[in-house]
Nanobody, 120 residues
């Protein structure tokens, strides 16, 4: 069993900043990749940023230069620092974790989501 706990969402004015966190715990042998996605009503969930275990970061074009993804491998936690926020960044943000458990099974988990609202 694996649990993902997200935090850091909220209401902020345009131009402001927020930092999202997602901590993974449970039966985890190795985390392969961690990332953030977002979704607005009526639209498909879209990639915001991903961070593979040994690879380079990947960002949506709309957030490049404003958002930074990072991870703490000791705490199994991924962060999303969001700066210069725009009203169009308003969405529910979901954490995603790709991991290998102690049975050497590769699994993928989603967090419950955290609301980010940017006012103009």
């Amino acid at each position: 069993q694996v649990h993902l706990v997200e935090s850091g969402g909220g209401l902020v004015q345009a131009g402001g900043s927020l930092r999202l966190s997602c901590a993974a715990s449970g039966s985890i042998k190795r985390i392969n990749a961690m990332g953030w996605y977002r979704q607005t009503p009526g639209k498909q969930r879209e990639l915001v940023a991903t961070l593979p275990g040994g690879g380079s970061t990947n960002y949506a074009d709309s957030v490049k230069g404003r958002f930074t993804i990072s991870r703490d491998n000791v705490k199994n936690t991924v962060y999303l620092q969001m700066n210069a926020l725009k009203p169009e960044d308003t969405a529910v943000y979901y954490c995603n974790v790709d991991l290998t458990n102690f049975d050497y099974t590769r699994l993928n988990y989603w967090g419950k989501g955290t609301q980010v609202t940017v006012s103009s």
